[in-house]
């Protein structure tokens, strides 16, 4: 069972950055993809970002495009989340997922960690 600790959540004022990093327990193919998500209260989950292994193909939801970088150490078995001129929109609890599929839908993440708050101030 791959495990996924997330780590980096905050409060930031409108404008600021966040880095979020999430650290999975091994690597594996069921660890091929790595996402992030984020809920927000009284939401649905919804998809940030992902990244294949290889680091080449990533892809955004369209509210984070310009703002937000997805990258990952494999070496580490470490994805990260650069999060840049933040908006007070972007306030949710952001979780990190992996999975085998390049798909924005989170039924098809096999593995999650607990989530890590992300506050924006206006």
């Known amino acids: 069972q791959v495990q996924l600790v997330e780590s980096g959540g905050g409060l930031v004022q409108a404008g600021g950055s966040l880095r979020l990093s999430c650290a999975a327990s091994?690597?594996?193919?069921?660890?091929?993809?790595m996402g992030w998500f984020r809920q927000a209260p009284g939401k649905d989950r919804e998809f940030v970002a992902r990244?294949?292994?290889?680091?080449?193909?990533?892809y955004y939801t369209d509210s984070v495009k310009g703002r937000f970088t997805i990258s990952r150490d494999n070496a580490k078995n470490i994805v990260y989340l650069q999060m840049n001129s933040l908006k007070p929109e972007d306030t949710a609890v952001y979780y990190c997922?992996?999975?085998?599929?390049?798909?924005?839908?989170?039924?098809?993440?096999?593995?999650w960690g607990q989530g890590t708050q992300v506050t924006i101030s206006s």
């Open positions: 997922a992996a999975g085998i599929g390049a798909t924005t839908l989170p039924q098809y993440y096999e593995f």
């Open positions: 091994e690597r594996t193919y069921r660890t091929e993809v």
């Open positions: 990244v294949t292994r290889s680091g080449g193909n990533t």
